[in-house]
């Protein structure tokens, strides 16, 4: 069960250089994890879901990050942005960089639009199979029966509002003001701890858009 914790209680500048955004239910230790349910209210909470020593911030990105400028070391968000309608994104993404200290880390996990359309015009039925057998496995009450209804699913389903590629990300990035933006495969990163906070999964890996980048000194 959750249960607020008064900000006194928080060790705000212990975990706030490390943020977790739009984090569900994975909550890092050492990180400021933040996720939005309409259910609870907007508080802290310690040791969500019993991960000890773990903080969840509830509150609405869309009201921006509520970290100081230039404070932040590492800024990691996966599967997220593409909840967010693309013009609310770029606003995550400026809102981001406003928050990071210069020389600080951004990383973006997220669906790779170009690698599901590759995936779609070269009838890539291995790709496929594997959200179907995902979606067998989960008991997915919704029949996905085509290549093309699985794409829909990507790009509508979810609460997914839009869809990202490499270009369309860069082009954000650089023009925000951030540098050195690279993509990345899963797992390699700059973060130290990368495999703690992104757990292998294959088809994360499979389907994802990994992209890295700095805010400058």
């Known amino acids: 069960m959750l249960n607020p914790v008064p900000q006194e209680s928080v060790p705000t500048k212990e975990i706030m250089s490390k943020i977790n955004l739009g984090c569900g239910v994975s ?6 994890n933040i996720n939005y ?3 609870i209210p907007e508080s802290f909470y310690k040791d969500p879901n019993g991960v000890e020593g773990t903080y969840l911030l509830n509150y609405n990105l869309l009201k921006g990050i509520p970290v100081p400028s230039d404070y932040v070391d590492v800024s990691y968000h996966s599967h997220f942005l593409e909840q ?3 013009e609310d994104g770029i606003r995550i ?6 928050v990071m200290r210069p020389g600080g880390i951004h990383r973006i996990v997220m669906p790779d639009l170009k690698k599901w ?3 779609y015009f070269t009838n ?3 790709f496929f199979d594997q959200f179907r057998k995902m979606g067998v496995q989960k008991k997915d009450p919704v029949d996905w029966p085509t290549n093309g209804s699985i794409l829909t699913g990507m790009l509508h389903g979810h609460e997914h509002k839009a869809a990202w590629d ?3 990300l860069y082009y954000h990035l650089d023009k ?6 690279r993509e990345t495969f899963f797992q390699e990163s700059d973060i130290t701890e990368i495999k703690e906070i992104e757990p292998y999964d294959y088809l994360r890996a499979v389907e994802s858009l990994c992209v890295e980048c700095r805010k400058p000194t």
């Not at 909550?27 to 400021?32: D, H, S």
């Not at 993404?93 to 406003?98: D, V």
């Open 84 to 86: 967010k309608s693309y």
């Open 117 to 119: 359309i590759n995936a």
């Open 166 to 168: 490499f270009e369309t």
């Open 27 to 32: 909550f890092y230790k050492g990180w400021l």
């Open 176 to 181: 925000i003001g951030f540098i050195d933006i």
């Open 93 to 98: 993404l400026k809102e981001i960089y406003r």
């Open 37 to 39: 349910w309409h259910s």
């Open 124 to 126: 890539d039925n291995f």
